[in-house]
């Protein structure tokens, strides 16, 4: 299982950008994709969640109507499309992934053996 994150940068608060998680090495349309940020100092937090068949969707409290997540069969890669952004999500962001069919989506990082490298996001006031 390899997962690489890209798309993350410097950004001006209230900007836009859009991550890619890159999968391979197994079967990516039966693992539920999720992102994850840890900043500095604080514990790593859910962000958003997609399950193997793009029909299952969850957010975390403080991105939900900022960030949408979506996933693309025949790339291979799930993408996290993070607008309104502000100061306070800076932080490095990863993508996870699971095997788990038919459960219901969670946000919980113990739930995802596998992880990518992580990118940094840094948003500007």
């Known amino acids: 299982v390899q997962l690489v994150e890209s798309g993350g940068g410097l950004v001006q608060a209230g900007g836009s950008l859009r991550l890619s998680c890159a999968a391979s090495g197994f079967t990516f349309g039966a693992y539920m994709i999720a992102w994850f940020r840890q900043a500095p100092g604080k514990e790593r937090e859910g962000l958003s969640c997609i399950d193997e068949n793009g029909g299952s969707i969850h957010y975390g409290d403080s991105v939900k109507g900022r960030f949408t997540i979506a996933r693309d069969s025949a790339r291979n890669t799930v993408y996290l499309l993070m607008q309104h952004l502000k100061p306070e999500d800076t932080a490095v962001y990863y993508c996870?992934?699971?095997?788990?069919?038919?459960?219901?989506?969670?946000?919980?990082?113990?739930?995802?053996?596998?992880w990518g490298q992580g990118t940094q996001v840094t948003v500007s006031s």
């Open positions: 996870a992934s699971t095997f788990a069919p038919g459960v219901p989506g969670r946000l919980s990082s113990s739930f995802y053996p596998s």
